[in-house]
Structure formats: C-alpha cells, structure tokens
Nanobody, 114 residues
Framework: QVQLVESGGGLVQTGGSLRLSCAAS????????MAWYRQAPGKQRELVARISSGGTTNYADSVKDRFTISRDNAKNTVYLQMNSLKPDDTAVYYC????????WGQGTQVTVSS
C-alpha cells in the first residue's frame, strides 16, 4: 500500500524556520513531480512549491525567497525548508506525489505565532 509519511510540522514564532519532510514508499510507478500544498482554515488548498524529477522548481509568489523545495530521488523523499515564517503561513501542509496518479499525505500542521 502506498504511503506518504510527513514530518516536521509544529509551532514556531514569526521569523522562525521549519523543515518538512515527506517520504514516499511503495509507489508503483516512477515519480515525476513532488510538491507541497497547504490549506488554511476557510481557504482552498493551494500549491506552495513543486519540484520535477529533474530538479526544476516552482513556487507560489507568497513563499518565493523564503521557502526551498528539494528532493532525494533515491529515497523518494521531498523536503520543504521554510524560513522567515509569517503568521499567514499557518496552515496544514500536504505532501503531493504524482506517479501517473496523484498521491497525498495526511497533512502536517504548521502554526506561526505572532
């Protein structure tokens, strides 16, 4: 059974940093894109950052220059380094893996206090 195991969320003060990890296992096909989405209360889920198998990255404008996505293809793991966190970054963060179909993690809470 496919598993996406996320870790690294938590509570941090404004200006702090967190690093999220998502390890994918038992994916039956080659992984193309790995990404992080987030969903704040009362808002739609939005793309935060995405990375292709070749390392091409895309970021939401709101996180550019603060967040960095990376991946370890050998470990099927994607990371999100989040720096200079703001209260507006508070949300549940979801790992997303595309391997012919979409797979989603269970979500990890990130809370940034002011």
């Amino acid at each position: 059974q496919v598993q996406l195991v996320e870790s690294g969320g938590g509570l941090v003060q404004t200006g702090g940093s967190l690093r999220l990890s998502c390890a994918a296992s038992k994916i039956p096909f080659s992984i193309t894109f790995m990404a992080w989405y987030r969903q704040a209360p009362g808002k739609q889920r939005e793309l935060v950052a995405r990375i292709s198998s070749g390392g091409t990255t895309n970021y939401a404008d709101s996180v550019k220059d603060r967040f960095t996505i990376s991946r370890d293809n050998a470990k099927n793991t994607v990371y999100l380094q989040m720096n200079s966190l703001k209260p507006d970054d508070t949300a549940v963060y979801y790992c997303n893996v595309i391997a012919l179909i979409n797979y989603w993690g269970q979500g990890t809470q990130v809370t940034v206090s002011s």
